[in-house]
């Protein structure tokens, strides 16, 4: 719809094309990072200590205390391990979730619905891309500091018996990336407070039932099939493999669902965000 | 004549079946501060959004410092300062902090950010409340704050949306202080209001906008003269005299205008117009002459008060 020309140009930038992307991204999503880290100095720093010390406080009670009477567990290739050892990698997946689950829903809903952030920063030369990688990083430095607290109390414990448990913090990192940016989407079509309450309500029985505390084969096996189904069982079974050093080729398909849930959701987030700010 | 920063032309925004903006055609020169006047509802705040690059037009030409929105958001935004009608400061960060983030999102380098976060910390009149919390300001405070975080890009264009709507009169000329001391410096300012008095104090020209049309344009001397008269007399009667007592001054000045509440004459002096009810034994219960202003304007134009 280029219609009559009408006033040559008065900034240089007019000469050449736009970038592609251009309009989603400036490649600046640090400075939404950065303002996340000052928010989060002073008015934040509580929250952060509970997140760290809830999953330490299942591990504890659960791990060493029913682990005393329940023994040694199977894992999902049919290796006997002290059942501290069994749930201390699910506990470090469900950190990475809860903790990059706060993050981008919670805080995301407040900052849209209420604080106008987005608006503002979307009034500049950022774009929605930016926006939603800034958060999300945040989310996934969260998470990091959470899940190398966690690691390092389970390496006192004894608990990780491969050195393949390094390998733990990128997967980590991964499924909070996953949870974070399809978080993130969820939440920018929510509108009120009930809607927000539905996630927790999905959160809750994932944590509980995706082969946490107990193998996948106490199930029957259709009831396995749906459970595969959730991404948080992947999350489990990726780090638990890691940390009891049973590797195998077919941890890449769960690195390649947690890879298509990150793409997903940035895309969703990009495409909301823009409809929403930039209409 | 220099070219325009803002040209605007048959510009629409539609909304399902809903037409907030109804082909506007205005351009705005460098330098000049230009207003958009109009009631809730006009369109003003659309056609604002399209002009800060975070709206997309419907149909019509705009091009912003010679770029299309449309094409060129991010280039356009980071030449741009924009105050939206409600505050969204950074309830999180310290009131210095505001600013030094909000640089940051233009991709600036820190210490450049810095410097000009003092400077207008300075000029906002709040740099005794740098490390304040934006929530512990004032009305007045937040107000020059968002202008201040406006202005951290140097830009070329601050576009203010009702500037000074909700804020007491001692709050509101400081500010209309502070906005003609930009203007001074050579800011092009695009505003919405609509309130008469601003537009009068700050804008070199306007249009008045009515349900996403324009109705005039033109200084807002010019305006008066065109639209008004030079005074305007106001006198009640009681809300149910008015009408009856009307019939009686038809012919009065150059035009009579007859609300609810009062009754307006328009004439070059009211002083006379009020001597020569007061001859034919008329006695309102109150009068006043004063300086006609935008609002007659508006009220001519559209038969409606500016704020309903």
């Known amino acids: 719809m280029t219609g009559p020309q009408l006033s040559p140009a008065t900034v240089a930038a007019s000469a050449r094309p736009p970038r592609p992307f251009s309009s989603v991204y400036a490649g600046n999503a640090r400075s939404v990072m950065a303002r996340g880290w000052r928010a989060t100095r002073s008015t934040n720093s509580l929250v952060v ?14 791990g060493l205390g029913l682990g005393a009477l329940i023994g040694q567990v199977q894992t999902a290739d049919g290796t006997q391990v002290p059942y501290a050892a069994f749930i201390a990698p699910a506990l470090l997946a469900v950190a990475a979730m809860n903790g990059a689950i706060y993050d981008s829903t919670w805080n995301v809903f407040f900052k849209m619905q209420f604080a106008k952030l987005y608006e503002g920063m979307l009034s500049t030369s950022l774009g929605p891309l930016d926006v939603a990688l800034g958060e999300i990083s945040l989310a996934l430095a969260r998470g990091l500091l959470y899940a190398t607290g966690f690691m390092l109390v389970m390496q006192a414990l004894g608990l990780n018996l491969s050195w393949w448990a390094l ?9 909070a990336f996953g949870f974070a ?35 996948l084969s106490v199930y029957p096996q259709g009831i396995q099939y749906v459970i595969q189904t959730l991404p948080l069982w992947h999350g489990v079974e990726l780090v638990r493999a890691l940390t009891t050093g049973q590797i195998n080729l077919g941890l890449l398909w769960h690195v390649l669902y947690y890879a298509v849930m990150i793409v997903v959701g940035l895309f969703l987030t990009t495409r909301r965000l823009k409809a929403l700010f930039l209409n | 004549m220099p070219e325009p920063v803002i040209v605007s032309q048959n510009l629409v925004k539609r909304y399902q079946d809903f037409v907030a903006v109804d082909g506007i055609s205005f351009e705005v020169a460098p330098g000049e501060s230009f207003g958009l006047l109009g009631p809730n509802g006009a369109g003003k705040s659309t056609t604002m959004r399209m002009i800060g690059a975070v709206s997309t037009r419907t149909s019509g030409d705009l091009s912003v410092l010679g770029l299309d929105p449309n094409a060129y958001g991010p280039e356009i935004r980071s030449q741009l300062g924009v105050v939206p009608q409600e505050n969204n400061l950074d309830m999180e960060l310290k009131v210095r902090e505001n600013l030094l983030v909000y640089g940051r999102y233009f991709g600036l380098p820190r210490a450049r950010v810095a410097r000009r976060a003092d ?17 512990d300001l004032s009305g007045g405070m937040k107000r020059r704050l968002t202008i201040a ?7 070329r264009i601050l576009l203010l949306d009702e500037p000074t709507t909700g804020l007491d009169p001692q709050a509101r000329h400081i ?14 300012l695009l505003l919405t209001t609509h309130y008469m008095d601003e537009a009068e104090q700050l804008c070199d020209r306007l249009v008045v906008v009515d349900k996403g049309r324009i109705m005039a344009e033109g200084s807002p001397a010019d305006l008066i003269r065109r639209y008004s008269s030079r005074e305007v007399l106001e006198v009640r009667f009681g809300s149910t005299q008015n009408a009856e007592v009307a019939g009686r001054i038809e012919g009065y000045g150059e035009r009579v205008d007859v609300l609810p509440d009062r009754i307006l004459v328009y004439s070059d002096s009211g002083e006379n117009e009020l001597e020569r009810m007061t001859a034919a034994g008329l006695r309102p219960i109150t009068s006043l002459v004063r300086r006609s202003s935008l609002e007659d304007v508006f009220l001519r134009l559209t038969g409606r008060n500016l704020i309903e």
């Open chain 1, 49 to 62: 200590l509970s997140g760290f010390v809830e999953p330490i406080f299942y591990l504890l009670s659960m």
């Open chain 1, 167 to 175: 390998l733990a913090l990128p997967a980590v990192l991964l499924i």
């Open chain 2, 149 to 155: 975080r406006a202005l951290i890009n140097d830009p």
């Open chain 1, 181 to 215: 940016s399809v978080g993130m989407a969820v939440t920018s079509y929510m509108k009120t407070f009930q809607q927000m309450d539905w996630i927790t309500f999905v959160l809750l029985p994932m944590f509980l039932f995706s082969a946490t505390f107990y193998p």
């Open chain 2, 175 to 188: 500010l209309w202080d502070r906005l003609f001391r930009l203007k001074e410096q050579g800011t092009t």
């Open chain 2, 119 to 135: 400077e207008l910390l300075e000029f906002a009149q709040l740099a005794d409340k740098a490390g304040a919390k934006v929530d």
